[in-house]
Every structure is written in structure tokens, then in C-alpha cells.
């Protein structure tokens, strides 16, 4: 895949493009063409490698808050420890 790396205004770090797109349970997170844009034809990407069906729930569906992904994280955790 890529090995470029991009600093995440999320994160407040750099990541991989690998991670770009696989943070979002296992889909692209959805300001990905905003970060990517200036790098990559990101539009076309998208658009090669995921359904229409994929694309609406990464831009379509309202983003989780701080607090909802910090319990998905954990409970994740919890799941993983078992």
C-alpha cells in the first residue's frame, strides 16, 4: 500500500495512509479528502477501492463524539483481554 505519512489534526501526530483508512471501523475516516487531497487523487481512491454503500457511512453518517469512541476503545479492549 502507501508508506506516506500525514500529520493527523485528530491525533495531533503522524500517520500512515494505512491508517487513514482503516480507522473508521475498517473504513477511511471521514475527513481523509481533506487531509489527502494535496497528496494524492484521494477522490479516485475512493472511489476505485469502496462501494457507494461504504462511502455513504463514512460521509454521510454524523461522526461519533469524543466520549462514544473512548467507550468503543475500551470495550474493545475488554473484548481483545478476553
Known sequence: MFSLEIYCPQLGMLVE????????????????????RNRMDIIKYLKENYTDEDLKKIFESPPKNRLQRIVETIEKEKKTEE
Open 17 to 36: 495512509f494505512s491508517y487513514c483508512i482503516s480507522m473508521n471501523e475498517n473504513l477511511p475516516c471521514r475527513i481523509i479528502v481533506g487531509c489527502w
